[in-house]
Nanobody, 120 residues
Framework: QVQVVESGGGLVQPGESLRLSCAAS????????MGWYRQAPGKQRELVAA???????NYADSVKARFTISRDNAKNTVYLQMNSLKPEDTAVYYC??????????????WGQGTQVTVSS
């Protein structure tokens, strides 16, 4: 069984920073791409940032230059450094990990979500 667990959400004021962490653990061959999505009330879940096992990154236009995704492959952990936060960044943030459960089977696992609220 594979588990994906996020941490680091909270309440901050506009302009402040937060760092989210997400770790994948359990029986697996390897962790491939990892990423962060978010879902605000009344809106669809959207991609925030993603990173491959080789370190290639992809960002939503709305967070470029403010957010940075990184990972520690030895710990199967991905991070999201969020700077210059805006009220429109308020959402539940979900981590995902594309895990090779066997050599022939890859499955996307999701975390339970962590709330990020940006408000003065």
């Amino acid at each position: 069984q594979v588990q994906v667990v996020e941490s680091g959400g909270g309440l901050v004021q506009p302009g402040e920073s937060l760092r989210l962490s997400c770790a994948a653990s359990g029986r697996m061959v390897s962790v491939n791409a990892m990423g962060w999505y978010r879902q605000a009330p009344g809106k669809q879940r959207e991609l925030v940032a993603a990173i491959t096992s080789g370190g290639t990154t992809n960002y939503a236009d709305s967070v470029k230059a403010r957010f940075t995704i990184s990972r520690d492959n030895a710990k199967n952990t991905v991070y999201l450094q969020m700077n210059s936060l805006k009220p429109e960044d308020t959402a539940v943030y979900y981590c995902n990990a594309d895990v090779s459960v066997t050599m022939a089977f890859v499955h996307r696992y999701w975390g339970q979500g962590t709330q990020v609220t940006v408000s003065s």
